[in-house]
């Protein structure tokens, strides 16, 4: 189990240079915006426009705080993330743009390199104690406080702390009362 705290995320523009990305992590370790493998980050919407084009790029965002984002894309069609709806998938060459609905918010965006990695996202809420085995690369985002252990390993985490669990390891997650968290499933393409 490796804890990467927020207070450790970096803190760059976005590739457009019209918003904020805390970078979670990035591999392979000290790539670039243009030459990772995968990313996760975590944006700070705070006006309506475009987002960041990525070629060859797979990408999901989810919803961590804030009333909701529309997100217009190709061909017409609307998507709208609110407090507790899933995470949505698209490749990141689309063009898109977005609305923030009734002000600022901010996203979990995990990104992969089409031909080397491919990602599975999705929300889980915690009551009590949820136990999750990694079958490959796993990443957890808090979106409130728990309390984490891994063999005889433990510790608190604060909102949107990042656990990054290697194929194969458990972890046990227990929250006093609902936690939202995001797993994500990080494997090479075959």
């Known amino acids: 189990m490796r804890i990467i705290r927020r207070r450790d995320y970096s803190r760059m523009p976005w590739k457009n240079g019209q918003?904020?990305?805390?970078?979670?992590?990035?591999?392979?370790?000290?790539?670039?915006?243009?030459?990772?493998?995968?990313?996760?980050?975590?944006?700070?919407?705070?006006?309506?426009?475009?987002?960041?084009?990525?070629?060859?790029?797979?990408?999901?965002?989810?919803?961590?705080?804030?009333?909701?984002?529309?997100?217009?894309?190709?061909?017409?069609?609307?998507?709208?993330?609110?407090?507790?709806s899933e995470p949505f998938s698209f490749p990141g060459d689309w063009v898109i743009s977005s609305r923030n609905l009734r002000g600022?918010?901010?996203?979990?965006?995990?990104?992969?390199?089409?031909?080397?990695?491919?990602?599975?996202?999705?929300?889980?809420?915690?009551?009590?104690?949820?136990?999750?085995?990694?079958?490959?690369?796993?990443?957890?985002?808090?979106?409130?406080?728990a309390r984490v252990r891994s063999g005889v390993e433990q510790a608190e985490l604060a909102r949107w702390d990042t656990v990054r669990l290697e194929p194969g390891e458990r972890l046990s997650v227990t929250s006093e009362g609902a936690v939202d968290l995001f797993l994500i499933d990080v494997r090479p393409e075959l």
Do not use: C
């Open 19 to 84: 918003g904020l990305t805390e970078e979670v992590m990035a591999f392979p370790a000290g790539s670039s915006v243009e030459s990772f493998d995968w990313r996760l980050s975590i944006a700070h919407v705070g006006t309506d426009g475009p987002f960041s084009v990525f070629p060859d790029i797979e990408r999901t965002i989810a919803l961590l705080d804030g009333e909701g984002l529309a997100l217009d894309l190709p061909e017409g069609r609307t998507v709208t993330l609110g407090p507790g």
């Open 104 to 145: 600022a918010t901010t996203d979990l965006n995990m990104m992969t390199r089409r031909g080397r990695y491919r990602h599975f996202m999705r929300r889980e809420t915690v009551i009590g104690t949820l136990a999750v085995q990694a079958k490959h690369d796993a990443l957890l985002v808090f979106n409130a406080m």
